[in-house]
Antibody
Framework: QVQLQESGPGLVKPSQTLSLTCTVSGGSISSGSFYWSWIRQPAGKGLEWIGRTYTGGSPNYNPSLRSRVTVSVDTSKNQFSLKLSSVTAPDTAVYYC???????????WGQGTMVTVSS | DIQMTQSPSSLSGSVGDRVTITCRASQGISNYLAWYQQRPGKVPKLLIYGASTLQSGVPSRFSGSGSGTDFTLTISSLQPEDVATYYCQKYNSAPLTFGGGTKVEIK
């Protein structure tokens, strides 16, 4: 049973970089059938896709965040990560990591982690 | 980039009602369309992928249809546990955009 778990600071100061890690357990992040994504949800609002990475492939990003975001994978730790630079209050949200299957959408999600941008 | 538009933004139905949610893509996406259910305070859950294939374990009262630009999610008999916000999402190519969501409530 594959599980995902987000980790990282719950509070980030404005203009700093938000850094989160998603640990994959119960399966290998190196499987070629999957991609690994970050999705966020501000309180009371909808889901926003941030970006995705594959092992051995180039990442893709939401155009609205592309200049500030990096999604990368560490196969040795079976983890993938999110870095979002120059954060401001609108970046406050629950951040989810999720596994995507090439033909199936996001079938496994982490529990989500709340990140607040505030001084 | 392709935009995903859901309608209505909210709806209210009685237990046992048939409920339909629509999702429209601004360009054709074949059948690369998924539907998710997010109950209040919970993590989104994949209901349907490939526009019409039910994810394992999802009750058969849920169904999806459509191809190209127009898609629907139908709940054949609304149940109290179906109170949730439902999202469509395209996944044919990046960006993997979500629709704005449809909040379903019980009258």
């Amino acid at each position: 049973q594959v599980q995902l778990q987000e980790s990282g600071p719950g509070l980030v100061k404005p203009s700093q970089t938000l850094s989160l890690t998603c640990t994959v357990s119960g399966g290998s992040i190196s499987s070629g059938s999957f991609y690994w994504s970050w999705i966020r949800q501000p309180a009371g609002k909808g889901l926003e896709w941030i970006g995705r990475t594959y092992t051995g492939g180039s990442p893709n990003y939401n155009p609205s965040l592309r200049s500030r975001v990096t999604v990368s994978v560490d196969t040795s730790k079976n983890q993938f990560s999110l870095k979002l630079s120059s954060v401001t209050a609108p970046d406050t949200a629950v951040y989810y990591c999720a596994r995507g299957k090439i033909l199936n959408g996001f079938d496994i999600w982490g529990q989500g982690t709340m990140v607040t941008v505030s001084s | 980039d392709i935009q995903m538009t859901q309608s209505p933004s909210s709806l209210s139905g009685s237990v046992g009602d048939r409920v339909t949610i629509t999702c429209r893509a601004s360009q054709g996406i074949s059948n690369y369309l998924a539907w998710y259910q997010q109950r209040p305070g919970k993590v989104p859950k994949l209901l349907i992928y490939g526009a019409s294939t039910l994810q394992s374990g999802v009750p058969s009262r849920f169904s999806g249809s459509g191809s190209g630009t127009d898609f629907t999610l139908t709940i054949s008999s609304l149940q109290p546990e179906d109170v949730a916000t439902y999202y469509c999402q395209k996944y044919n190519s990046a960006p993997l955009t979500f629709g704005g969501g449809t909040k379903v409530e019980i009258k």
